[in-house]
Structure formats: structure tokens, C-alpha cells
């Protein structure tokens, strides 16, 4: 694995119907990325079972066996001290420099307090934060924090809009990307104290330029902004809100259209239209949540994934990686002294 | 207005286009309520105009002439000093006993700020809530705090659990409404201490047997509690999150159909499907957020409602005066001691 290819760690046991699952996605996308290797963790058995399906694989990928197994319902307490499982194994090749990312569909909490305790939080960044890329009217965007951090202070938003920007920049090609941070009304003195001394710093910092305010959540989904930073309480019920509303619509229209005699011959009529919206709208498009802040990539797929959600999450990783991230981020933050803004903001408000 | 009946008292100056859409919307709300009587506050002059459209009007109406208007931009603290508008001397109406409730399309903040300082917050209720009626996948669901307040601790959570009971009881016609409290996560130990203590202090109240304890945003959708309850600046994102997404979905699907030659030919198979929907998901018919709380009801229509999104607001009001519903929640907060319980779970914490 050392011929100078970059190189992605992958959890094959992580997700609702893993290794199959994870292999499926790992075969998409080592067809679209064939100068990239994969570093694959799992019960031999079982991975080499799914192998066959793709015997191309074989040349991209080298298989270590991992006895054991995180569980959906494991504690991060516990998950840290077993250094036996195939989540364990997979982050651990980036904290060896083996690989560069790491790419599971396992426990969300877990991957990150392995991560976090493994890879390390970047020596300016207090908090690592969890992203991801989402559509919107006319693009996407990226939103985070989404429930890495229940309470964050003012100082992390404004780390978090550092690593957005350069995220926005990098996974989504826009050079100069809007930065808001989400509050329920737009007016400077709307919101918590937190969101105001955060607008302050950020003001204060070189992201002044990029910086359009607040971003009320209705207004999300129509581009107004690149990067949405929020902590990660109001960031995770945003897009569970989102996700939740999309959900409800998607069954009531189908409902209606099983309910309706005369619909269902206008559905041929449709196809195309509804190609179109899944086309840019299809949630397995936008799988793989980033844990960025780290000196590493840890990218969380949706445990219901399919191959192709999981393909897209090692997409992420590998566009991320390409793109030099994580140094990239450092770099900005050399810049950008967050810390020593804060304090100056704190002299002049108290 | 002294005949025995219910009487709305109504801002005929609130919203984009009043008083012309007020006037519309009461018009309609006086056809399908004709025991009750509406005390108009506005200008008189265009007011009158209005009402040459509506003659049924006059004799349920009593105009009464306001010289000044609450604007969008007007600033809570300056609103509550001018007696003048007729946002203050409609909500003075309720205060004064001469109506029952109010509406308005006008100003939020300001519509709060008066209502508060003339109404008053029911003795046992720290903090009065925003609340609308939400559809879901199979019916109908109260949710509060939208917004009135930012940050909120664990007995304003338990109020809003109580005062949500009874509007759901009293709105909705449920018997034993399920509550829930909005978290990310359905685990005891997730989330804010504020939400994870509110919770303690649920299942201590008489509440226990309608309590299912956390919901995450994605769920509210499908109906799982008939009660959400969160913090105001919570809510009010996920409230405008489910505006955006369902707005957005809306564009998406205009659009793709638009640009479909062959979607245009079976739009006609899809009309009593689409009818469908929108008679369940038509946001005019959950027009109308209310402020609870208070020794009196005051209700906000949308500032960009139309005449049946406004009379549907009116409708609200109706419905719950009918009820008894500032009664109820003066009752039922008599027989749940929030302030001793939140002491007893205060002393088991720490």
C-alpha cells in the first residue's frame, strides 16, 4: 500500500447490512477512484464471502482481519478500551499514518469518541465539529455543527465557521463561500449571546468579508448561505427536521397517488419530472456526515445506507483528502487567531 | 356586545395587507361563527371601506376607531407606551373583559410585549408560550415554545408540557394527548440538562401516564406525540425548518413539472391527488400561532395570510374561549404543583 496512492480506511462491519453493504459501496467506488487503495477492516470470513462478487477489489484492496465488532448500542466509554474491533483497527491506520480517512457506517457516537481520542483535535480547534454536504434550491451547502456538541460557546461557532468555509471552498468548489450562522430572527440582537459574540468575532476576523449574518432556517434551503454553523443541538434539529418534513411528503405524495384512481395514469407522464428531482435531491447523494477538526478524516455513513450511499461517503473522504483538508485547516487558523479575537471582543463587551 | 356572546376583539391594521385581508377573513369567520360578535379596532375610515364588501358585517361587528398603527419595524419596548394602536387597544379589550381573545396579524414581538403587560401571566406560569396547530401523517399535533422564549429552563419546559395538555385536550379533541419533550436523541441521558430534568419533573406530575418521554424532530412528522414541547429558540427552528423544506419541495416539484413537456400532460390525472394534500397540508389552515399563558388568549395570523388563513386564526381564538381554556390551565396548574416537584427533583440531583 506504500506505492504513493492515497490511501482509505474502511470499517467493513459498520451498518444495518454490513460487510455486503459496505463492499458494494467500496466496489462503486473503487471503479470511479482506480488510483486509490483501500485499507479494509472486518471479519475476514464474511469480507472475503462478499470479495467474490468483486473480484476487481482485489487488486485495490488489502484485507486485515478484526475479531470483533462496535454495536449500535455501545457506549462510547466503552468502545474506547477495546482496541479488538474492526471501527478500532480502521481509525487507528490513520492515526498510524496508513491510511488518510477512515469511512464507517457504525454508531455515530462511537466513531467519534474514537476518533476523537485517537486522531486527535487539531492543536487551535477546541472542538471537533460533525458536517455535511446538503442540497438546496439551486446547490448545496454545508451545515454543521450537527450534534457533535449539545452547547457550544461562541469561540467554537466561530471555529466552526473556519472549517466550514474551507469545506465550502474544498468539497464544494466556491471560492468566496457565504458564511451565516443559523438564528431564529435576522436582526443583530436576535437570538442567544453565544450566536451574537460569535457574529462579533467572525466580523472581527477575515471571514468579515464572506460573512452575510444570520440565516433564519426557512431561508436554508434557498441557497442564501454556503456554510450554516450552528452548535450542535440546533444544527442536529434542523436537519432532522429537514429530514423529517422530506420523509413526510415523499409518503404523503405517494399516498395520494395510490389513493387516486385517475393519478396513477398520469404517473408515466411524470417520470421525468420526478427523475429530475431525485436527480438533485436523493438522499443517498448526500451520505457521509465529516468529523472534521481532527488531524485525520473520520466520514459517518448513514447505518441504512445502500452501496451507492455508501460509495458516496468514500467519495466525500477521498474529494476531501485530494484537497489537502485537514492542512488546509490548520493553515487557516494560523491566520485566523480566534483566540485572541475572543478576548477582545470580551474586553469590549463587558 | 353585552347580549351574552362571545366576543373576539380583532386588529383590522396587522399584516401586509390589512385592513383589507382582516376584513376578508372576518367576514368569513362571522358566516361560520354567528353567535359571535368581533369588536374592530383600526382605522375607521378604512376599515368602513371595507366592510361596504361584507354588509352581513355590520351586525357583528362594532367598529371602534384607532388613530395609530404598530409597524414591522417598531421596537417592543417603544409599542407598549402607545395606547393609540390598535394592536394595544385590541388586546386593552381583552384586559378591560370587553372580549375574550384577540387577533392579530400584526408585529409579533410587539403583539407579545402588549399582551404580556396588559394581560398579565397566569399566576403559577413563569413564562407564556407561542404554540401552533401542526399537521402531521395522520392528524393533527401542538407544538410550543415557537419562540417567545430564547432559553428556557426545566419548570418552563414542564408549564408548556401542561398548558400544551390542555390545548391539545381542548384544540385537538384528544382525551389523553401523548407528550414528548423535542430532543436529538431518544436515550435518557441525551441532550440538555434543562430537557433531561424536565423530564424527571414529567414523570413526577400528574402528567406521568400521557408522558413517551423524548421525540427527535424527524419523528414529529409521523404523529408519535400529540405535545411537543421545546424551548422557544428550539422550536422556532424546527418550525421553520419544516416551513422551508415543505417550501422548498414545493418549488422543486413546480419546477421539474414546468420543465417536463411530458409532466404538463398528466398534471390533469394528478388533480384529485394534489387535492388531497393540500386539503391536509394547506399551511392557510394552520394559520394562527397562540399565546398561552395569559389571563386572556391572543392569537397571531401569519402577516402574510390571506382572508381564510386570517379567519382561521379567528377560528382558533373561538375554539378555545368556547373551552374554557385560560380556565383550564389555571385548574390544571392547581392540581400540578410544578414549583415543589421541580424543588423535590432538585434536591434528588444534587
Redesign the interface.
Known sequence: MSDGNLVISVDAMGGDNSPRIVIEGLALAAKHNPDVRFLVFGDMEKVRGEFKKFPALNKVCELRHSAEVVHNEDKPSQVIRNKNTSMYQAIDAVRKGEAEAVVSAGNTGALMAISKMLLKTIQKIHRPAIVSIMP??YGKYVMLDL?AN??CNAVNLAEFAVMGNVLAKHALGIEHPKIAL?N?GAEEMK??EEIRHAAKMIRTSTMDMDFIGYI???????GKADVVVAD???G??????????????R???KD??H??F?????????????K??SK??NPKLYNGAMFVGLNGLSVKSHGGADGLGFSVAIGNAITLVRQNFVATIRDELERIDLEEISQDIYYELY
Open positions: 438546496h434550491r450534534g449539545t452547547e443559523l431564529i437570538g442567544k433564519e432556517p426557512h431561508e436554508v434551503p434557498f450542535g443541538f440546533t442536529n434539529v434542523a436537519l432532522k427536521s429537514i429530514e423529517g418534513t422530506a420523509k413526510l411528503i409518503s404523503m405524495l395520494a397517488v389513493k387516486s385517475l393519478a396513477k395514469f398520469g404517473l408515466p407522464f411524470m417520470y421525468f419530472a420526478a429530475r428531482i438533485t435531491m
